[in-house]
């Protein structure tokens, strides 16, 4: 006796409600079985279509009234006759009566666009020539140039000699009159 194949999920979910209505061939059985206890997902799955299988068995007999047939075949016949009658049903326009109203509307839009000259340019277009000046720049001690060279060149002390200068008096006056005698 030969080893089986060995069974992948998709084809066990394939053969399965044959397995459970117990119409596969002997091999194929058992090949079924080996893979449930090999595979967890898959034997979960047989579980759960067996137990619903049960729930379904299990369920009482419906028992129709005893009119129940004679109601049937009144109502089949009643539907024959009236699938029998010609109907007439009112529809809505199609989609050429659809197409036809656009293209109308379309074309009527046109004319009356070229008709009134709603496209053509209105003329030249005139504006008001913008005059730009630069504004004049309040005196810096920055826009010299031999401060600006000076900083440049990397000596740092002769700015501050310069900015010195242009510091109010008074400020230094003060601030190292105070500083000094008050030691």
Same mark, same amino acid.
């Given at each position: 006796?030969?080893?089986?194949?060995?069974?992948?999920?998709?084809?066990?979910?394939k053969n399965h409600v044959a397995f459970v209505d117990d119409l596969l061939p002997g091999e194929d059985v058992v090949a079924m079985q080996c893979h449930l206890l090999e595979c967890e997902r898959c034997a979960a799955h047989d579980a759960k279509v067996r137990r619903a299988l049960l729930?379904?068995?299990?369920?009482?007999?419906?028992?129709?009234?005893?009119?129940?047939?004679?109601?049937?075949?009144?109502?089949?016949?009643?539907?024959? =006759?009236? %699938?029998?009658? @010609? $109907?007439?049903?009112?529809?809505?326009?199609?989609?050429? #009566?659809? /197409?036809?109203?656009?293209?109308?509307?379309?074309?009527?839009?046109?004319?009356?666009a070229t008709s009134l000259n709603w496209t053509a340019p209105r003329g030249e277009l005139a504006l008001a020539p913008v005059v730009a000046t630069e504004p004049a720049l309040p005196p810096s001690s920055v826009a010299n140039q031999?401060?600006?060279?000076? =900083?440049? %060149?990397?000596? @740092? $002390?002769?700015?501050?000699?310069?900015?010195?200068?242009? #510091?109010? /008096?008074?400020f230094a006056q003060v601030q190292f009159t105070q500083a000094s005698w008050e030691r």
């Amino acid at each position: 006796m030969g080893t089986l194949p060995p069974m992948d999920c998709r084809s066990f979910r394939k053969n399965h409600v044959a397995f459970v209505d117990d119409l596969l061939p002997g091999e194929d059985v058992v090949a079924m079985q080996c893979h449930l206890l090999e595979c967890e997902r898959c034997a979960a799955h047989d579980a759960k279509v067996r137990r619903a299988l049960l729930v379904v068995r299990n369920l009482p007999a419906i028992e129709p009234s005893s009119d129940f047939y004679a109601r049937l075949r009144a109502r089949i016949d009643s539907e024959q =006759v009236a %699938a029998a009658r @010609p $109907v007439f049903a009112a529809r809505g326009p199609g989609i050429g #009566a659809f /197409m036809g109203v656009a293209a109308g509307l379309i074309a009527v839009g046109y004319l009356t666009a070229t008709s009134l000259n709603w496209t053509a340019p209105r003329g030249e277009l005139a504006l008001a020539p913008v005059v730009a000046t630069e504004p004049a720049l309040p005196p810096s001690s920055v826009a010299n140039q031999a401060l600006v060279a000076s =900083v440049s %060149a990397g000596m @740092p $002390v002769w700015p501050m000699v310069y900015f010195a200068q242009q #510091a109010p /008096m008074r400020f230094a006056q003060v601030q190292f009159t105070q500083a000094s005698w008050e030691r």
